[in-house]
Nanobody, 123 residues
Framework: QLQLVESGGGLVQPGGSLRLSCAAS????????IGWFRQAPGKEREGVSC????????NYADSVKGRFTISRDNAKNTVYLQMNSLKPEDTAVYYC????????????????WGQGTQVTVSS
């Protein structure tokens, strides 16, 4: 069974950090571009970041540039999202998604999605 599982979410104070993980089972991530998305209550899903299959290309939403870093460890079949300087507006369910191919696709072109992990930024 092909599956993506996110972990690492939780409650953190403003200014704090979290590292999210996206682990794949049933397939290898080596040949997949991986995206991170988030959805806050009452809001549309938002693309946060994406990394190419090689890790050589990344992109970020303007709202997280300079604070979030996406990386991948293909040996561990896992992609990470390091989130620093967290703000209350970062509160959302975070999802990872995979698309076969080297480059980051459009938001509606991903093949597999995880179930999400909750991130809450609050004092």
């Amino acid at each position: 069974q092909l599956q993506l599982v996110e972990s690492g979410g939780g409650l953190v104070q403003p200014g704090g950090s979290l590292r999210l993980s996206c682990a794949a089972s049933g397939f290898t991530l080596d040949y997949y571009a991986i995206g991170w998305f988030r959805q806050a209550p009452g809001k549309e899903r938002e693309g946060v970041s994406c990394i190419s299959s090689s890790g050589g290309s990344t992109n970020y939403a303007d709202s997280v540039k300079g604070r979030f870093t996406i990386s991948r460890d293909n040996a561990k079949n896992t992609v990470y999202l390091q989130m620093n300087s967290l703000k209350p507006e970062d509160t959302a369910v975070y999802y990872c998604a995979a698309r076969a191919g080297s480059s980051c696709p459009g938001a509606n072109e991903y093949d597999y999605w995880g179930q999400g992990t909750q991130v809450t930024v609050s004092s």
